[in-house]
């Protein structure tokens, strides 16, 4: 079965050190990967995506995401974390299924950032 | 501006009742999306379009029903609220195959 996991359900990260938030993927064919971040009674606001070339993939305020074939794998990184990154971030894959493409998003991971 | 945007933002409301929660679209999306999520958990998709007069049914079954009479609207109706209906719904539109859903900022439903 197609799918997407995201391990954590929750990331503690101090402010200013790095954060990485982790996703992997079971797809059959090649995965289209997104990240989406939520705010507090918020829609999800899209972060960034990988569809093809560059496996490094910059997104919006300063994230990035690193696609990894061989590990199934689309970890979304940070440098410096900000107190305002604190969130509720989803992974999706968008997959060829019967009928047509759909989008799979992973259960979310909170991420807090302790000033 | 190029927006989506949802109606009403919250609403509590007695079992029985008949409710309508809107979703418009100005990006002239072809693509429509409903999603169910209790706060600060996973969403399910329960309704979606890919274009006017076409809706299927999502991964999660609903009691819902939607609409795609236009282009630029997809609204979701209830026809009898009940208490297991409350939790929040948020409308997504996008283009192409692989582009990003642009998503609106959610109707939280209470039902009492």
Redesign the interface.
Known sequence: AQSVAQPEDQVNVAEGNPLTVKCTYSVSGNP?L?W?VQYP??????LL?Y?TGDNLVKGSYGFEAEFNKSQTSFHLKKPSALVSDSA?Y?CAV?VLNT?????I????T?LFVKA | EAD?Y?TPRYLVIGTGKKITLECSQTMGHDKMYWYQQDP????H?IHYS?GVNST?KGDLSSESTVSRIRTEHFPLTLESARPSHTSQY???SSDG??N???????T?LTVL
């Open positions: 289209y997104f989406y009674n918020r829609g999800l606001q899209f995506k569809i509720l989803f968008r009928g047509g493409f759909k989008t998003f992973g259960a979310g909170r | 989506i949802q600060g958990m996973e969403l998709l890919y299927e948020l409308c997504a195959t692989y990003e859903q642009f998503f609106g900022p959610g939280r």
